[in-house]
T-cell receptor, first 111, second 116 residues
């Protein structure tokens, strides 16, 4: 059974601070997906990481993938309130198949 | 362009009733997925359609759940004899998967099901 574990599950941080969310998974996969979910809304695709060492950045968010360690990180730089949301990582067993999601990290950015 | 749409957005039903949830995928997307999101279980895969292949039903929690996809487009998820534990948000996703390297899925707004 593929397991995807995120930590922390809850994160409260001040504006302007940096932090990292971790995503560990239990099976060999070269594909890792990050999604954002705002309260009451659906999931929005943020990043698709496709190979070992892949790094992608969008604004204050940067995601990376280490397939050997089966670890992805989502780094938040100089957080702003608009980043408050729940962030999910997901892995698929093989390309085209269903995604296995972590439990999500609920991020609250406070003034 | 139009994204994935789902209807209804909210559904309240009584225990024991049947419900149908609809998903319209992004035009041209060959793969369609149903997931369920609940507080206790997180995001769970339910069923997967790829083109004209037989669906992968391995995630369906019981035989009260079924789904079909007509004409390779619209999909309906049916829950028979609903139970209170079926209360959740049901999310549909589609992807333009064609045997490529990756499979980015695009999600609809979901149907919030409440079973009284």
């Amino acid at each position: 059974e593929l397991k995807v574990e995120q930590n922390p599950l809850f994160l409260s941080m001040q504006e302007g601070k940096n932090y990292t969310i971790y995503c560990n998974y239990s099976t060999t996969s070269d594909r890792l997906y990050w999604y954002r979910q705002d309260p009451g809304k659906s999931l929005e695709s943020l990043f698709v990481l496709l190979s070992n060492g892949a790094v992608k950045q969008e604004g204050r968010l940067m995601a990376s993938l280490d397939t050997k360690a089966r670890l992805s990180t989502l780094h938040i730089t100089a957080a702003v309130h608009d980043l408050s949301a729940t962030y999910f990582c997901a892995v698929d067993i093989y390309s085209g198949y269903a995604l296995n999601f972590g439990k999500g990290t609920s991020l609250l950015v406070t003034p | 362009g139009a994204g994935v749409s789902q209807s209804p957005s909210n559904k309240v039903t009584e225990k024991g009733k049947d419900v149908e949830l609809r998903c319209d995928p992004i035009s041209g997307h060959t793969a369609l997925y149903w997931y369920r999101q609940s507080l206790g279980q997180g995001l769970e895969f339910l069923i997967y359609f790829q083109g004209n292949s037989a669906p992968d039903k391995s995630g369906l929690p019981s035989d009260r759940f079924s789904a079909e996809r007509t004409g390779g487009s619209v999909s309906t998820l049916t829950i028979q004899r609903t139970q209170q534990e079926d209360s959740a948000v049901y999310l549909c996703a589609s992807s333009l998967y064609s045997g490529g390297l990756y499979n980015e899925q695009f999600f609809g707004p979901g149907t919030r099901l409440t079973v009284l």
